[in-house]
């Protein structure tokens, strides 16, 4: 994913989040991901944001080599593979998967070009049974057994999310009920890569599956501490926020409730934990 300095230049400035935001056009859960490191981020909205903190993008994106000072304006783009390797999106295409499942439900995720790409190689190869992605906002398993048909759509210019980050909940969705059984969660707090589970369930869930062992039962502890045992083999489509999966992205996101906080009450002094 990205390595930007996009916090760091936009702290200089004196803006928050949600004023970076506002001058790029885009919101404020986006500017999160990408300081993230979360998802990388589009051509044209790595631009916008380059413009609203007065710097290029070579300043946003170290990886990226400062232009020779003789190159025209246009020259001065990298070329497509030095944006990839520094997170940066050059597709033009904003990607929607639409997935049918045999029982007449429809689901649509919004994907990066890349995630795109990745899942529709495995989904056109018909070798596994379970796949996972990262959507714009969520994490989300299939069980490609439970869906009829998989469709990628796309669209260009400026395309408004659908998705919504929504409450911390896991979502359950059986083929055998219609709505989803929905699980209040608490976001994880350390990586996968710590090896404390407990404090990363919901990565491990999703890592099992990526994994191939769908056969494996796996769990979760919900918001009351109450655990719940998944059967994978029996379930449809399992999401969950991407805000409650990530830590960075939920540290990232704690900071800029911080920043509002701050904005909303100059003389109040917000402290973590409050």
């Known amino acids: 994913m990205a390595n930007n300095r996009i916090i760091q230049l936009r702290k200089a400035r004196g803006l ?3 004023a970076l935001a506002d001058l790029a056009g885009t919101s404020q859960q986006q500017v999160q991901r990408i300081e993230a490191g979360v ?30 000072k003789r190159k025209s304006r246009r020259s001065r783009i990298p070329a497509e593979e030095k944006l990839l390797e520094a997170g940066i999106d050059p597709d033009p295409v904003h990607w929607t998967v639409k997935l049918f499942a045999n029982d007449g439900r429809v689901f ?18 018909g070798e596994t049974n379970f796949v996972t992605f990262i959507a714009t906002s969520h994490y989300v398993a299939l069980n490609l057994k ?30 055998s009920v219609r709505s989803p059984i929905v699980f209040g969660v608490d976001p994880d707090q350390k990586s996968l890569e710590d090896g404390d589970e ?15 062992l769908e056969d494996e039962v ?15 083999i029996e379930t449809m489509l399992i999401e969950a926020p991407l805000i409650c999966c990530d830590p960075a992205l939920w540290s990232t996101s704690f900071d800029g ?9 100059p003389t109040t002094d917000v402290k973590e934990g409050d």
């Open 218 to 232: 796996v769990w979760f502890d919900d918001v009351d501490g109450e655990r719940v045992y998944i059967r994978p």
């Open 16 to 18: 928050t989040q949600r």
């Open 146 to 175: 439970k869906f009829a048909a998989t469709q990628f759509l796309f669209d260009f210019g400026i395309v408004d999310s659908q998705e919504k980050e929504g409450d911390y909940k896991l979502s359950l969705h059986l083929s």
């Open 198 to 212: 407990s404090q990363s369930q919901l990565q491990n869930i999703f890592a099992t599956l990526d994994s191939g």
């Open 39 to 68: 998802q990388g981020v589009r051509l044209e909205l790595a631009m916008k944001i380059a413009a609203a903190l007065g710097g290029e993008l070579y300043d946003i994106f170290p990886s990226l080599a400062a232009p020779s």
């Open 257 to 265: 409730y911080l920043e509002d906080e701050a904005e909303k009450n």
């Open 108 to 125: 649509l995720y919004q994907l990066s070009s890349n995630e795109k790409s990745r899942l529709e190689k495995i989904v056109s190869a």
